[in-house]
C-alpha cells in the first residue's frame, strides 16, 4: 500500500530518540490525541498474517490499529517472519508475536516502539512520533483490500474514504463497482442490486449483522410500480450514514441464509471506527440539469470516546428534484384498423392495414415525470469496547418522502391507436419490412392528456444489538438481537385525464426508440381540451423481521476451532391496495354525446359538463419535442366534486386488494475451522425449519392457510497462500431463496372464458442452489490487487407453474371462491406454481487495482480499478394463465456482460477520479398478461459516467465536486424479443458543491 505524509502545511514533528531511524506508518485523522490512542490500544482487531516479514507487519498493523509505530535501524533488514491468525487488541498481538524473539516493544501515548531487547535496558524518551495518514481512494482501497484478504469466503468490500463518506452519491452506486453487481437505476439515482445475474430478490441483505428489507418503488408502470418483493431499495438511505459494505459471494454456515446469490453486508459508523472526539459537518449544494431548484444536503457526525465507552451520532438530510423526460408505447400488437379511416390510401396499403396483420405501436406517448424528494437519516451506535468484551447498540431511522408528479400527451383513440372511428383519416403510412407500422399522417384523430399526483413514503426504523465476551482465553460467546420495521405507503396516486383532436403524424423511422410526433393544433389552447375520467388510488405496506442469534466459539489446539449457534427469524409482510376507477367517465361521455346537463343517458349516466376549468392549467414546458396543457391534478378532482385525499368519501365502489404473509425460521448451525500459516478451512452444516403462513382477504371473507418447510444446507470454504501474497480460494455450499411474495400470496380465481381456476400457492418452498465458488487472488505489493473468480450455481425446487384437469372439489377450493357456476364434479384446469423446475448460472469475475507508485511524479499518483464479469443462465419461462411452457430465455435482470473502470489521481492535497460502467442488455420480465403483445420486456445496454474532485483546504476543511450520469445515459426499455420501442427517458446530469469540515 502506497502511504503519504500529511499535507505540508502540517506542522513537522521528530522522534527524539538518537541514532533511531524510524519507520513512520499511517494513522486515521487529524490529530490523535493521548486519550484516543488509549482507547484505540483497546480495541480488538482480526489479524491473519502468514509468513510476513517484520517491516510489513508492522506497516500493517499500523494501518489496521491506527497507531503510529516506530522501528529500530538495526531491525530495519530483520529476516524475523511473522505468523499471527485470530481476533487480539494490540498488546496481546504483539506479545504473541515477540514474546520468544530477541525483539521486544514498548506502548506509550505516543506509539509503539519495536526494538532489541537490550535497547529498553537504557530507556529513551519517546516525546512524539510524525503522523502519515492513509486517507481518500488510496485509504478506502486499502481497507477493502484488507477485508478481502482476511475473509476465508470469496468477497469483495467497499469502505468509506473516512468515517460517513463516499465517493460516490449514493452506496448502491459504490457498491457496482464490485465485480457480479449490477443496479437499477431511478431518476439516474442507484436504487436495486442485482448480483450474479440473479433476480434482487435473491441477494440477502444484511445491516449491522440482521436481515433487512426496506422497499421503495417507481413512478413508472413499464418499471413496475408497488412492487411487493425482497428487493432491497439502496436510495432509501443516504450513503453517509455506513461505514463500510461487504459482498459476501461464497456462502458459510455462520451466515445468514437466504442470499443464493450472495450476502451484501451494510454497516454504519461506530464509535471505535475512529476513537476520540470527531465532529464532522459537510454542506453540500446541488443541480440537476432538468430540474429549476438547488438540491440541499447536510450531514453531521459526532462522536466520542472515554476509555472502554463511546458513542457516535450521524444524521443526514437533503432534498432535490428529480425529472425523467422521454417517450414511450403501450407496447405493440397486430391491428386491423377500420376501414372508413383507410379510404385516402392506395389499396394495396389499405389491404395491410385492415388485415390485422400489421404489429402497430399503441399509446405512442411524451412524459415527463418529476419527483421533489426529501431523504433524513439518523444513525445512533453506543459501543463498549474492552480487550475481551465489546457492545454496540445500533439506532437506525431513515424517511424518504417524494411529490411525484407526471404529465402525459398521447394519441389515444381506438384500440389505443390515434383513430377515432368514421372520424379520421389516415392520410400517409410506412410499414416496414418486419410488418411494423413505423409512420403514419392522421386527420382529426382522437389526443390526449394524463396529469397524475402521487405521495410516496418510506419509514424505516431499527434497533439491533450486537455483542461478543471472551468467557475464558478459549471460549467466546456472540449475541445479536434487532428489530426493524418498514412502511411503505402511497397515501394518495391520482390522475386525471383530458381528450381534445388534432391532425398528426407518428413517426419512428428516424429514431426507433424515441418517435417524433408531431401535432398540428395548438395544444396550449385550452377549449382544445375535454374532461375524460379520473381515477384514484391508495397503498400501503408493512414490513416486520425480527432476529435473535448466539452463537459460541472454542478454540481447539493444533489450529483448530468450533464454532455453533441457533437463530431465530421472523419476518412479516402486509399490503392493501384501494382503489377507485373511471370516476366521471360515463358523465363526461353523455354530455359529449350531447345529452343535456342533468339528463341521464340510455346507460343510466347523468350528463355533466366536461369543460376544463382553465383557472387549474398551466403550460408544460419541460419535454425537449413540444408544449402542452397540465391539470393541477388534485385541485382539478377537488372542482368536480371528488375527495382525491380520501377515498371513503367518495360515493363511488372501492376495490381493494389485501395480502398478509408470515414467515418464521429457526435454525442451528455448527462449523469447524483450522488453519495454519497457509491454509484455512471452514466446513459446517446449517440445519433451519421455515414456517410459512398466508392470510387471504376474499368477498365471502378471510381465511389462512400453512406450510413447514425443512432445509440441510452444508458449506465448505478453503483459502491457501500457495506463494507469498498469492491465494487460492474455494467454496462448495447450498443456499436457499425464498418464494416472491407475490407468488405466496396469489389470490385465488376462476377464469370462467377458459374454464381456468389460478390456485393457491402458499406451499412453495425455497428455491434451493448448491455452489461451486473458485477464485485466484493476487495481493501484489502495496500497489496491485488481481482477482479472477468462476462461480456456477445449479439452482433446484425453482419455481415454475403447472396445469392439470381435476375435478372443482378436489382442488381445495369449493368453500373458497366467491359463488361461480361450478358443481362438486365439475372439471376445471388448475394452473398452481411448484418447485418443479432446475436452472443454472454461471460466470467469470476479473478485476484489477494498479497504482503507478513505481514512477516519478506526478505519475505515482495515478491509479485505476477495472473489472470485468461474464455470466451466462437460462430458465423456462411459462403462462401462468395457462401452465404452459412458453420459452426458455435468460433469467431476468441477467446482463451477459457488465464491466467498469475507475481512473483516479490522488496527492496530499488533491483527489480526483473519474468512472465509467458498462452494463449489458437484459430481460425485464415476461408478463403472462400480455403475450399477445410482448414476449419479454428488458433495458437496453447503458453506460453511466460519474466523477469526484476533492480538494484539502486546510487540515480540517475540504472541497468536494460530485458529478453523476455526465453521459446522460438514455435508458431504452425495450418490447418484445423483436426489439421495438417501449420507454425511453433520460435523467440529465446532476453536480454537488460541498465542503466538509472535520475535527
Known amino acids: 500500500m502506497k502511504v503519504s505524509l500529511k499535507p505540508p502545511y502540517l506542522p513537522c514533528l521528530h522522534v527524539i530518540v538518537p541514532s533511531y531511524v524510524y519507520l513512520l506508518l499511517g494513522v486515521l485523522g487529524l490529530f490523535l490525541s493521548p486519550t484516543s490512542f488509549a482507547e484505540q490500544v483497546l480495541k480488538t482487531h482480526y489479524l491473519?498474517?502468514?509468513?510476513?516479514?517484520?517491516?510489513?507487519?508492522?506497516?500493517?498493523?499500523?494501518?489496521?490499529?491506527?497507531?503510529?509505530?516506530?522501528?529500530?535501524?538495526?531491525?530495519?533488514?530483520?529476516?524475523?517472519?511473522?505468523?499471527?491468525?485470530?481476533?487480539?487488541?494490540?498488546?496481546?498481538?504483539?506479545?504473541?508475536?515477540?514474546?520468544?524473539?530477541?525483539?521486544?516493544?514498548?506502548?506509550?501515548?505516543?506509539?509503539?516502539?519495536?526494538?532489541?531487547?537490550?535497547?529498553?535496558?537504557?530507556?529513551?524518551?519517546?516525546s512524539a512520533i510524525d503522523k502519515i495518514t492513509v486517507t481518500g481512494i488510496r485509504g478506502t482501497l486499502k481497507r477493502?483490500?484488507?477485508?478481502?484478504?482476511?475473509?476465508?469466503?470469496?468477497?469483495?468490500?467497499?469502505?468509506?474514504?473516512?468515517?460517513?463518506?463516499?465517493?460516490?452519491?449514493?452506496?448502491?452506486?459504490?457498491?457496482?463497482?464490485?465485480?457480479?453487481?449490477?443496479?437499477?437505476?431511478?431518476?439516474?439515482?442507484?436504487?436495486?442490486?442485482?448480483?450474479?445475474?440473479?433476480?434482487?430478490?435473491?441477494?440477502?441483505?444484511?445491516?449491522?449483522?440482521?436481515?433487512?428489507?426496506?422497499?421503495?418503488?417507481?413512478?413508472?408502470?413499464?418499471?413496475?410500480?408497488?412492487?411487493?418483493?425482497?428487493?432491497?431499495?439502496?436510495?432509501?438511505?443516504?450513503?453517509?450514514?455506513?461505514?463500510?459494505?461487504?459482498?459476501?459471494?461464497?456462502?458459510?454456515?455462520?451466515?445468514?441464509?437466504?442470499?443464493?446469490?450472495?450476502?451484501?453486508?451494510?454497516?454504519?459508523?461506530?464509535?471505535?471506527?475512529?476513537?476520540?472526539?470527531?465532529?464532522?459537518?459537510?454542506?453540500?449544494?446541488?443541480?440537476n440539469q432538468y430540474s429549476e431548484g438547488l438540491a440541499k444536503r447536510f450531514t453531521g457526525l459526532i462522536s466520542n470516546t472515554w476509555g472502554n465507552w463511546g458513542y457516535l451520532l450521524s444524521a443526514s438530510y437533503g432534498t432535490r428534484e428529480a425529472e425523467e423526460r422521454g417517450a414511450n408505447t403501450f407496447r405493440w400488437r397486430p391491428?386491423?384498423?377500420?376501414?372508413?379511416?383507410?379510404?385516402?390510401?392506395?389499396?394495396?396499403?389499405?389491404?395491410?392495414?385492415?388485415?390485422?396483420?400489421?404489429?402497430?405501436?399503441?399509446?405512442?406517448?411524451?412524459?415527463?415525470?418529476?419527483?421533489?424528494?426529501?431523504?433524513?437519516?439518523?444513525?445512533?451506535?453506543?459501543?463498549?469496547?474492552?480487550?475481551?468484551?465489546?457492545?454496540?447498540?445500533?439506532?437506525?431511522?431513515?424517511?424518504?418522502?417524494?411529490?411525484?408528479t407526471e404529465y402525459h400527451l398521447y394519441p389515444r383513440g381506438d384500440q389505443s391507436t390515434p383513430i377515432i372511428v368514421d372520424q379520421t383519416k389516415v392520410l400517409d403510412a410506412e410499414i416496414n419490412t418486419v410488418q411494423e407500422l413505423v409512420y403514419g399522417l392522421y386527420e382529426n384523430a382522437r389526443v390526449a392528456?394524463?396529469?397524475?399526483?402521487?405521495?410516496?413514503?418510506?419509514?424505516?426504523?431499527?434497533?439491533?444489538?450486537?455483542?461478543?465476551?471472551?468467557?475464558?482465553?478459549?471460549?467466546?460467546?456472540?449475541?445479536?438481537?434487532?428489530?426493524?420495521?418498514?412502511?411503505?405507503?402511497?397515501?394518495?396516486?391520482?390522475?386525471?385525464?383530458?381528450?381534445?383532436?388534432?391532425?398528426?403524424?407518428?413517426?419512428?423511422?428516424?429514431?426507433?426508440?424515441?418517435?417524433?410526433?408531431?401535432?398540428?393544433?395548438?395544444?396550449?389552447?385550452?377549449?382544445?381540451?375535454?374532461?375524460?375520467?379520473?381515477?384514484?388510488?391508495?397503498?400501503?405496506?408493512?414490513?416486520?423481521?425480527?432476529?435473535?442469534?448466539i452463537s459460541f466459539e472454542h478454540q481447539l489446539k493444533s489450529g483448530f476451532s468450533a464454532k455453533w449457534g441457533g437463530e431465530y427469524t421472523q419476518f412479516s409482510n402486509a399490503s392493501i391496495s384501494l382503489y377507485q376507477d373511471n370516476l366521471l367517465k360515463d358523465n363526461w361521455a353523455a354530455f359529449a354525446n350531447g345529452v343535456a346537463l342533468g339528463e341521464q343517458d340510455e346507460n343510466s349516466a347523468i350528463s355533466r359538463d366536461n369543460t376544463l376549468p382553465q383557472h387549474l392549467v398551466t403550460p408544460l414546458y419541460a419535454h425537449p419535442k413540444v408544449n402542452w396543457l397540465r391539470l393541477q391534478t388534485n385541485a382539478a378532482i377537488e372542482y368536480f366534486g371528488i375527495d382525491p385525499f380520501h377515498l371513503t368519501n367518495n360515493s363511488q365502489e372501492i376495490t381493494q386488494l389485501q395480502n398478509e404473509t408470515t414467515e418464521t425460521k429457526k435454525s442451528a448451525f455448527v462449523l469447524m475451522s483450522w488453519g495454519n500459516t497457509d491454509l484455512d478451512a471452514k466446513f459446517g452444516l446449517r440445519l433451519q425449519q421455515e414456517k410459512v403462513k398466508v392470510n387471504y382477504h376474499l368477498t365471502i371473507g378471510d381465511f389462512s392457510s400453512a406450510k413447514t418447510h425443512q432445509t440441510l444446507l452444508p458449506s465448505i470454504n478453503l483459502s491457501w497462500e500457495f506463494e507469498p501474497d498469492w491465494l487460492i480460494r474455494a467454496g462448495v455450499s447450498r443456499n436457499t431463496a425464498r418464494p416472491s411474495l407475490s407468488d405466496l400470496s396469489s389470490t385465488p380465481t376462476y377464469l370462467e372464458d377458459s374454464n381456468t381456476l389460478l390456485g393457491l400457492n402458499y406451499t412453495l418452498a425455497p428455491y434451493i442452489s448448491s455452489n461451486l465458488d473458485l477464485a485466484l487472488e493476487g495481493y501484489i505489493q502495496d500497489n496491485i490487487l488481481f482477482s479472477f473468480s468462476a462461480f456456477y450455481k445449479r439452482i433446484s425446487d425453482f419455481i415454475a407453474t403447472k396445469s392439470e384437469t381435476i375435478r372443482f372439489a378436489d382442488t381445495g377450493l369449493a368453500n373458497i371462491l366467491p359463488t361461480t357456476n361450478l358443481t362438486p364434479d365439475s372439471t376445471v384446469k388448475l394452473v398452481t406454481k411448484d418447485n418443479h423446475e432446475s436452472a443454472a448460472l454461471s460466470g467469470i469475475e476479473t478485476m484489477l487495482a494498479y497504482q503507478w507508485s513505481h514512477l516519478p511524479t506526478p505519475w505515482k499518483n495515478i491509479g485505476m480499478i477495472g473489472q470485468y464479469t461474464f455470466t451466462n443462465g437460462s430458465m423456462n419461462y411459462y403462462n401462468e394463465l395457462t401452465g404452459e411452457k412458453l420459452f426458455r430465455k435468460a433469467f431476468p435482470y441477467l446482463s451477459k456482460q457488465t464491466?467498469?473502470?475507475?481512473?483516479?489521481?490522488?496527492?496530499?492535497?488533491?483527489?480526483?477520479?473519474?468512472?465509467?460502467?458498462?452494463?449489458?442488455?437484459?430481460?425485464h420480465q415476461v408478463n403472462s398478461q400480455t403475450l399477445d403483445e410482448e414476449d419479454e420486456t428488458g433495458f437496453h445496454a447503458t453506460v453511466y459516467i460519474d466523477a469526484s474532485l476533492a480538494y484539502q483546504l486546510s487540515p480540517k476543511w475540504q472541497f468536494k465536486i460530485q458529478a453523476q450520469n455526465l453521459s446522460n445515459q438514455r435508458e431504452e426499455q425495450y418490447s418484445d424479443s423483436a426489439d421495438r420501442a417501449y420507454n425511453s427517458v433520460t435523467s440529465g446530469r446532476t453536480y454537488y458543491l460541498g465542503l466538509t469540515y472535520q475535527y
Open 48 to 126: 491473519n498474517f502468514k509468513n510476513k516479514p517484520l517491516a510489513e507487519v508492522v506497516k500493517e498493523f499500523s494501518v489496521v490499529f491506527n497507531i503510529p509505530f516506530a522501528v529500530n535501524s538495526d531491525l530495519a533488514d530483520s529476516q524475523l517472519v511473522i505468523n499471527i491468525q485470530g481476533e487480539y487488541p494490540l498488546d496481546a498481538a504483539l506479545n504473541s508475536i515477540f514474546q520468544e524473539t530477541p525483539i521486544t516493544y514498548e506502548i506509550s501515548e505516543f506509539g509503539v516502539m519495536i526494538v532489541p531487547r537490550l535497547v529498553l535496558e537504557a530507556p529513551q524518551e519517546l
Open 144 to 287: 477493502a483490500r484488507d477485508i478481502k484478504y482476511t475473509t476465508t469466503e470469496i468477497s469483495d468490500a467497499i469502505a468509506a474514504e473516512d468515517m460517513g463518506n463516499y465517493s460516490d452519491i449514493n452506496i448502491a452506486e459504490s457498491l457496482q463497482g464490485i465485480p457480479g453487481v449490477t443496479i437499477t437505476r431511478e431518476a439516474g439515482e442507484g436504487r436495486q442490486l442485482s448480483l450474479r445475474g440473479t433476480l434482487p430478490d435473491f441477494t440477502q441483505v444484511t445491516l449491522n449483522n440482521m436481515p433487512v428489507l426496506a422497499n421503495n418503488d417507481s413512478p413508472m408502470d413499464s418499471r413496475e410500480q408497488k412492487q411487493r418483493d425482497r428487493s432491497f431499495d439502496f436510495n432509501v438511505f443516504s450513503s453517509e450514514l455506513f461505514n463500510q459494505a461487504q459482498v459476501l459471494k461464497a456462502y458459510s454456515v455462520e451466515q445468514v441464509s437466504g442470499g443464493l446469490a450472495g450476502t451484501v453486508a451494510l454497516q454504519t459508523s461506530k464509535p471505535f471506527d475512529q476513537p476520540g472526539f470527531n465532529l464532522i459537518l459537510s454542506p453540500q449544494i446541488g443541480n
Open 335 to 404: 391491428i386491423a384498423l377500420p376501414e372508413s379511416s383507410l379510404t385516402l390510401l392506395p389499396e394495396a396499403l389499405q389491404a395491410s392495414l385492415q388485415s390485422g396483420d400489421v404489429i402497430m405501436p399503441k399509446g405512442n406517448r411524451y412524459s415527463v415525470w418529476r419527483s421533489a424528494q426529501s431523504r433524513l437519516g439518523i444513525s445512533l451506535a453506543l459501543q463498549y469496547q474492552a480487550p475481551k468484551t465489546s457492545i454496540t447498540l445500533d439506532v437506525l431511522h431513515a424517511l424518504l418522502v417524494s411529490d411525484r
Open 449 to 549: 392528456t394524463e396529469s397524475r399526483a402521487q405521495q410516496t413514503q418510506t419509514d424505516y426504523n431499527q434497533v439491533v444489538l450486537n455483542a461478543k465476551t471472551a468467557i475464558n482465553d478459549n471460549l467466546s460467546v456472540a449475541l445479536v438481537a434487532g428489530i426493524e420495521d418498514s412502511n411503505f405507503d402511497i397515501p394518495l396516486s391520482n390522475k386525471i385525464y383530458t381528450k381534445g383532436q388534432s391532425n398528426l403524424s407518428v413517426d419512428y423511422r428516424a429514431d426507433r426508440f424515441f418517435a417524433d410526433i408531431h401535432y398540428d393544433n395548438d395544444l396550449l389552447a385550452a377549449d382544445m381540451w375535454q374532461m375524460q375520467e379520473i381515477d384514484l388510488e391508495e397503498y400501503s405496506a408493512h414490513t416486520r423481521y425480527q432476529h435473535a442469534e
Open 899 to 923: 464491466a467498469s473502470v475507475t481512473l483516479y489521481y490522488e496527492t496530499d492535497l488533491l483527489s480526483t477520479r473519474i468512472s465509467a460502467t458498462y452494463r449489458d442488455k437484459y430481460i
